[in-house]
């Protein structure tokens, strides 16, 4: 992890530009499925969390985002 940067949208206020990882010179981006939910509250939680386990598990920065943006979707989708 030592040359990674990340960028992450602001889940909370319906930022929906995608997030990224910079890592030894190339840019990788993921962005949000489209999905107007009734409340984005607890949806950057989820985002943060999701990326911090993968990174603490030894997970790669791509995974982390991967896992990240899947778990603030699943969020949007089930709250009601």
């Given amino acids: ?3 990674t940067s990340a960028t992450w949208p602001n889940s909370s206020s319906g930022d929906t530009r995608p997030a990224a990882v910079a890592r030894d010179g ?5 962005s949000p499925p489209p999905a ?6 607890g949806a950057g939680d989820a ?5 911090l386990f993968a990174l603490a598990t ?3 920065p791509e ?7 899947a778990a ?8 009601s």
């Fill in 1 to 3: 992890l030592a040359n």
């Fill in 26 to 30: 190339g840019v990788w981006t993921l």
């Fill in 36 to 41: 107007p939910p009734a409340s984005a509250t």
């Fill in 47 to 51: 985002f943060t969390g999701a990326a």
């Fill in 58 to 60: 030894d997970g790669q």
């Fill in 63 to 69: 995974q982390a985002l991967t896992n990240a943006i």
């Fill in 72 to 79: 603030a979707a699943a969020h949007l989708e089930t709250e």
